[in-house]
């Protein structure tokens, strides 16, 4: 049985080399119409995105018209203190985010997790992840962040040397960036025993098939390749399992939204319990359903408290009114299903069907539900109860009766950064991206080389203005070096576009800005050093074999 998420595989567009930059005055989805530039190792191809490709996401609008995922914009004012990469639309899109924001907002258990594979150098890149995950820990989240050690030798065939020395690098960066491992969780995918068993169930309820039209897996997959999905399945899900069910947050470029919608969908094909309303004893469609509800409001009003309202009479109820939106086919279904319970009182319910699971678990729910109840064959009619505090308690008998009870994880999309050299930042041209391991001076002078966009001449520019949208050294401040301070990141904005800054200038506070963070950052990697003993994670693991790369 498969969730509201099922994953899809529409085609998306893959190359296009246009760009754009997180400028504050652009609204979201212009400035993700035009952005591309994937640093990274994510990617498309022609059928669907590929978390393994290595083009870009050539058409942010896509992921909204055909991916369904959401703008974040329309949630920002939800959010507890969002964090400046949310208020600039750099984190664009999302799925399901509201719970999350909610529960921090209520001071409710909510999770954050992400991984890293361990392919390379940590770069600034990455950073926003980091920074993501560090931000929902203060804002009171329990946090999580792994190292995709598996998955880098089976699907990139990394050695476990190689490997062992990023996953070091990574959690360097990461404690250096603020990360709280005292009150978060770190770990190997390799090294997790619980989220192994995790993915041993989750592969049980997962086929083949569906990671062919997800992936493009085919026969020539390596089988680790593929225990290292069901892995990423277990690890999103696992907050849920080492601290109960709880909203939690995904944050990933968009390259991983197909894992995040099936790791979505998995979490409701685990339930043991699904639970609709239902306002008579035949089942009914949402829209079916939307009709009872208005007949039974509709008849109960006339009614004394102590008279039951009847199927027949809402049948006629539905029959006479003249409603130009009702002359669907589910008035008429309503209706024929109506008329046939007959004398059957019509009466709001939630209804809890037993998918699957042990009887125990549909034992136990029927003793912990409250109040008026029906049993029928598979499912169970409660009367007073709502479907929130219903939901709540399918999960806690889910857990009960060894079961996980999750909840949908949600994910939050950012936008990849462009390349100082103007294409895609790509961990294979060193000139493209910053290292949060380069030299400091090789970081500034990264920057003042880097392309611009800014006009021909001085004078031009102080006519016309800069184009801010289009210069990958203004998306180095509003992503990173203007840091928490909008006001300079809007400073550096305003002053481009209206003509006042020059790019020479301009660069050079970039690079003295990078060159201090880069100074200030590995200093503080440094001193995490000595953290990395605290940890629970063998750095020097004693694996063989190459992997695989298919
Ligand atoms: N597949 C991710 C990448 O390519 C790494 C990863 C593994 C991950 N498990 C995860 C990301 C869980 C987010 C959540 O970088
Ligand atoms: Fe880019 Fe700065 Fe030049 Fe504007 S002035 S185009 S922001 S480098």
């Not at 992840?129 to 065939?157: K, S, T």
């Not at 729910?365 to 009367?383: L, N, W």
């Not at 219903?390 to 994910?411: H, K, M, N, W």
Request: with cysteine; hydrophobic share 35%; glycine share 8%.
């Amino acid at each position: 049985m498969t969730g509201d998420d099922t994953p899809s595989t529409e085609p998306t567009d893959t190359d296009g080399s246009s760009r754009g930059s997180g400028g504050f005055s652009r609204d979201t989805e212009t400035a993700a119409r035009d952005a591309a530039g994937v640093l990274a190792d994510g990617g498309t191809d022609a059928t669907a995105i590929d978390p393994w490709g290595s083009s870009t996401i050539a058409d942010y609008r896509k992921l909204f018209e055909e991916f369904g995922i959401e703008q974040f914009e329309t949630l920002l004012g939800d959010v507890p203190n969002p964090h400046y990469l949310m208020r600039r639309g750099v984190i664009f899109g999302h799925r399901d985010y509201g719970p999350v924001a909610s529960a921090l907002a209520n001071d409710e258990p909510a999770a954050v997790l992400s991984g890293f594979m361990p392919t390379g150098d940590p770069h600034i890149g990455h950073k926003l992840v980091f920074d993501e995950i560090i931000w929902h820990q203060q804002q009171g989240a329990n946090a999580y962040a792994l190292i995709a050690d598996l998955e880098a030798h089976a699907a990139r065939g990394l050695s476990w040397d190689e490997i062992d020395d990023h996953a070091e690098s990574y959690l360097l960066s990461l404690l250096a960036l603020g990360f709280d491992h005292e009150d978060g969780t770190l770990y190997r995918q390799s090294q997790n025993r619980a989220v192994q068993n995790l993915a041993f169930e989750l592969g049980s309820n997962a086929r083949f098939s569906e990671f062919a039209s997800i992936y493009g897996f085919d026969g020539e997959t390596n089988v680790s390749h593929m225990q290292s999905v069901v892995t990423q399945m277990a690890d999103i899900l696992y907050p849920q399992v080492a601290d109960g069910p709880q909203p939690t947050v995904i944050p990933v470029g968009p390259d991983q939204d197909p894992h995040v919608r099936l790791a979505r969908d998995l979490a409701v094909r685990m339930r043991f319990f699904k639970i609709t309303e239902a306002y008579a004893s035949f089942e009914a469609n949402a829209a079916e359903r939307d009709l009872l509800a208005a007949a039974y409001d509709a008849l109960a009003a006339a009614l004394d408290a102590d008279e039951t309202v009847r199927c027949e009479d809402a049948a006629d109820w539905l029959e006479k009114r003249d409603v130009a939106a009702d002359r669907t086919a589910a008035r008429e279904s309503a209706i024929d299903k109506l008329a046939e319970a007959g004398m059957e009182p019509l009466r709001p319910r939630v209804r809890f069907f037993h998918r699957h699971g042990p009887d125990a678990a549909f034992e136990a729910m029927i003793e912990a539900i409250e109040g008026d109840k029906r049993v029928y064959e598979g499912h169970i009619d409660a009367f007073e109860m709502d479907l929130a505090d219903a939901e709540t308690l399918a999960r806690e008998i889910e857990v009960d009766t060894g079961g996980y009870g999750f909840i949908q994880p949600s994910s939050i999309y950012h936008r990849f950064m462009t390349g100082l050299t103007g294409g895609k930042m790509s961990s294979s041209i060193p000139a493209s991206h910053i290292s949060l391991l380069d030299d400091p001076e090789d970081g500034y002078e990264k920057v003042k080389s880097a392309t611009t966009g800014g006009r021909e001449t001085a004078a031009l520019q102080r006519e016309l203005g800069g184009e801010a949208d289009d210069c990958p050294v203004y998306e180095l401040y509003a992503y990173l070096l203007a840091n928490d301070d909008d006001g300079l990141a809007a400073e550096v904005y305003e002053e481009c576009v209206g003509g006042e800054r020059l790019c020479g200038g301009c660069k050079e506070q970039a690079a003295e800005l990078m060159r201090t963070f880069l100074e200030d950052h590995q200093e503080k990697r440094e001193e995490a050093k000595e953290l990395l003993d605290d940890l629970d994670i063998d750095l020097d693991s004693d694996r063989r074999g190459s992997g695989g790369t298919h």
